[in-house]
């Protein structure tokens, strides 16, 4: 669980730093609908805890969405 925990602040803090390019930022945001919005529906969770609960209800889902940020660059390869 403590490498989920790790993964899930690595997703906010990259967000976080990339937040003013509008591009990545977009790709974040896509992603967050996809996987994330199956976990909070009304979009009121930290991306944090969110990205918790999406691993806890749902491992394939928050692995996969590690990966597809990870295919682009926005989480550095582990």
């Known amino acids: 669980m403590e490498d989920v925990k790790n993964m899930a602040m690595q997703v906010f803090h990259s967000y976080e ?31 944090y805890d969110a990205a918790l609960k999406l691993a806890q209800q749902s491992r394939s889902d928050f692995d996969s969405m590690i990966k597809t940020l990870k295919a682009r660059s926005l989480l550095p390869e582990s």
């Open 17 to 47: 730093d990339y937040y003013l390019d509008k591009e990545k930022r977009k790709i974040f945001e896509e992603l967050f609908d996809r996987y994330l919005a199956k976990v909070d529906d009304s979009g009121t969770m930290e991306i």
